[in-house]
């Protein structure tokens, strides 16, 4: 006989590991009782004036009929069982009915399934209470720490199991609450709590996505904003080099114009032939120039250009390498629920150089906050021998929400405790997050690269003429572009 919550669950437990369900067509002439999912209320019609008589035994089998599908839950997946309590008021007698044939076929969109009255559940003559209950429990948990995955509960109804087939004699009136309504009230109770507490970790993996996301954000809009800063004074300086090009060009020819003006009216009537022939050198010595001229500009803006170009390509591979990077971490969250006190837990990590407790609950309080909890991680090497003899006490040595650097492990070894001892134990549940990544040091790198090509982006010269030594035209200041880098890397690293 049940007589327990732990008992009840072991038995839906083995139940649900026994018993095979077959799909199969059922009697369509036998009267089904209908369930009402949305009210959990099961509606005995009038034609049913007993359930059995005392000690009868698979005489009589009597259908239900309900919704295949509810809330999107297909329930013939489920294991169902039919839990019932035989009473005269003063003997009690309580078990389950594994539910071992369904018909989803014959009313579309409804499950049909019997229960087969054997002696167990008539053995007393009088009262017998009954509940139907689709229900999934993890087998993967020992039967302490075991929770329902999915639990449906419909409310207990009431018929007779009668001493002799006199149906119009005494009866016993279903008393209010029943039995067994109070016995699945407090298993229901069980179920619930639960799952209020798987409930609470999940809430608290959606604040540190949720804070991460806003980080990684602010990282990619700073560095879009660096960008079109560097794009804008590049192209301001590009403007500003072309229209100064431009005006000497146009001085210098005005100029040299304007003294062979004066040179011809001097000369109007003496070496006329020698004074053409001097036009024509010099006319050709300024279509030189010209052309000498803008071929340089036109080699300046392409090179400017290119550079521009290659920072874009630069900074946007380096926020492709934080979103990458941030993915990373993202997919390499870890929580571990149902988690005991003083018992070794291990986590491979060989594929990482930084390790970092995020939360910490200890009997559903956070034991980061009110201070109660300690969490040891010891590095350990492939073979499982630890690297460093001494353990790392979170938070001793190392605070809460901190990266330890974790390189050259294979595996860390964490050790839940409590600050208190004597006021839990190994049963106490408890449960912790974690994140497993790499650090920044490739980003910072590729920052470092990029000061070479922004360096030589700041200057740039003109090769006048042959004669003429070379004119900086300076652009981009040195210390202006010196503090946009050092701008972007300490962005980089405040938000790594």
């Not at 229901?188 to 798987?198: F, G, L, Q, T, V």
């Not at 990373?328 to 970092?356: E, H, P």
């Not at 330890?404 to 964490?414: P, V």
Request: a negative charge.
């Amino acid at each position: 006989m049940i007589t327990t919550a732990e008992e009840y669950k072991q038995a839906l437990l083995d139940i649900q590991k026994g018993v095979t369900v077959v799909r199969t067509t059922l009697p369509s002439t036998e009267p089904r009782i209908p369930i009402d999912l949305d009210t959990r209320q099961i509606s005995i019609p009038d034609e049913f004036k007993f359930l059995a008589t005392k000690k009868e035994t698979k005489a009589e089998t009597i259908y239900f009929v309900c919704d295949r599908y509810f809330d999107d839950i297909d329930l013939s997946t489920k294991t169902c069982v039919v839990q019932w309590v035989n009473t005269d008021d003063k003997i009690t007698n309580r078990g389950l009915y594994p539910v071992t044939e369904i018909d989803t076929n014959s009313v579309d969109g409804k499950i049909v399934f019997g229960w087969t009255i054997q002696s167990e559940s008539t053995q007393i003559a009088g009262r017998i209470e009954f509940a139907i209950t689709f229900y999934e429990i993890n087998e993967d948990k020992t039967i302490d720490q075991s929770v329902f995955e999915y639990n449906l509960t419909t409310l207990a109804t009431s018929s007779l199991v009668l001493d002799t087939l006199d149906i119009w004699g005494s009866t016993t009136p279903p008393g209010n609450p029943t039995e067994l309504q109070v016995w699945l009230n407090k298993i229901n109770s069980i179920a619930k709590e639960a799952n209020d507490n798987n409930n609470d970790t999940k809430a608290k993996i959606k604040e540190f996505n949720d804070n991460f996301s806003g980080k990684l954000t602010d990282i990619n809009n700073t560095a879009t904003s660096q960008i079109e800063a560097i794009n804008n004074t590049a192209n301001a300086n590009i403007s500003s080099i072309n229209a100064t090009a431009s005006a000497n060009i146009n001085v210098l020819n005005d100029t040299f114009r304007a003294n062979m003006q004066t040179f011809n009216y001097n000369a109007d009537n003496i070496y006329n032939s020698k004074v053409y022939s001097i036009s024509q050198v010099t006319e050709s010595k300024i279509s030189d120039i010209n052309a000498t001229t803008r071929s340089q500009i036109g080699a300046i803006n392409d090179t400017a250009i290119s550079q521009i170009e290659a920072i874009n390509t630069t900074a946007r591979s380096q926020i492709d390498d934080i979103e990458n990077h941030g993915n990373d971490i993202l997919d390499n969250l870890g929580i571990v629920n149902n988690a005991k006190l003083y018992t070794d837990i291990y986590i491979d990590c060989q594929s990482y150089n930084r390790f970092m407790i995020t939360s910490f609950t200890i009997d559903g309080e956070d034991a980061i906050k009110n201070g109660k909890g300690v969490i040891y991680v010891t590095k350990l090497k492939a073979d499982g021998s630890t690297i460093v003899d001494k353990m790392i006490a979170l938070p001793t040595d190392c605070a809460f929400n901190t990266e330890i650097n974790i390189g050259n492990c294979a595996k860390i070894k964490i050790r839940l405790s409590y600050s208190e001892t004597s006021a839990t134990s190994s049963t106490t549940p408890a449960s912790f997050t974690y994140a497993l990544y790499s650090d920044y040091s490739d980003v910072t790198n590729k920052c470092d690269e990029t000061i070479n090509t922004l360096n030589n982006l700041a200057y740039l010269s003109i090769d006048e003429t042959e004669d003429v030594a070379d004119e900086p035209i300076d652009f981009a200041t040195k210390s202006y572009v010196l503090e946009q880098i050092q701008l972007l890397r300490e962005e980089f690293k405040s938000n790594g």
